[in-house]
């Protein structure tokens, strides 16, 4: 028997099920805007546009739209991290067959290189345009939105030392976090500015980075 203070198992039943399914219909719905919100920036190939033009994209409702997000930049950092933890994803996904610890890293910084640098065809305007400011206004953000790729290669560095493929007494996190921040950083500004006709490639960038961690 239940005491006096307790609801009855059957309601507390109902109200799970109740609740079970507010977050489904909600998670739905937030899922329609993200659609909505990042097949337009695909399709303008900018962040230029309106929560309006979101809400009509997705056939939902305004006041819909504001129970889920603060506004258009709410929406836009929701794209921004999503877009990173699917990258997260793709690198974890491709470094899967790598048996040597030190090799999987490597393929890890080659990929994440790659995928940060600019391309002048693809339309990434949240990585071109969003994030730029973003860093500015709001870095605490950014360090959130990249946890996912952090953890990864936080994970990669704690493998690498536990097999003794780095030098003694690195912080595999803190190693994690200047990799990185030094590898997303020079993508950015890999081109030729020097005039060589040889722009920085991820192999570059491997050995710069691996000489500050990996055992000699």
């Known amino acids: ?18 609740i079970k399914t507010a977050k489904l219909r909600a998670a739905q719905c937030v899922q329609r805007f993200l659609d909505s919100g990042q097949a337009i920036t695909t399709e303008k190939g900018s962040t230029d546009f309106t929560v309006q033009e979101v809400v009509d994209r997705s056939r939902q409702s305004l006041r819909s739209f504001y129970l889920q997000f603060d506004g258009k930049h709410e929406l836009l950092l ?39 640098r600019p391309d002048p065809t693809a339309k990434r305007p949240l990585f071109t345009d969003f994030a730029p400011r973003l860093l500015v206004s709001h870095p605490s953000e950014v360090n959130i ?38 590898v997303m950083f020079v993508s950015q500004h890999s081109g030729d500015e020097a005039g060589t006709g040889h722009p920085i490639t991820a192999d570059e960038v491997w050995d710069f980075c691996s000489h500050g961690f990996a055992a000699s």
């Open 1 to 18: 028997m239940t005491s006096p203070s307790e609801e009855p198992a059957w309601k507390q039943r109902a109200v799970e099920r109740s």
């Open 78 to 116: 929701a794209l921004f991290e999503d877009a990173l933890s699917r990258s997260a994803d793709q690198i974890r996904a491709a470094v899967a067959s790598q048996k040597d610890p030190l090799e999987r890293l490597k393929v890890a910084v080659q990929l994440l290189f790659e995928s940060s």
């Open 145 to 182: 939105a990249h946890a996912p790729l952090l953890a990864l290669l936080t994970e990669l560095m704690e493998a690498a030392a536990e097999a003794g493929k780095l030098r003694k007494g690195i912080n595999p996190k803190r190693m994690a976090a200047m990799t990185m921040q030094t």
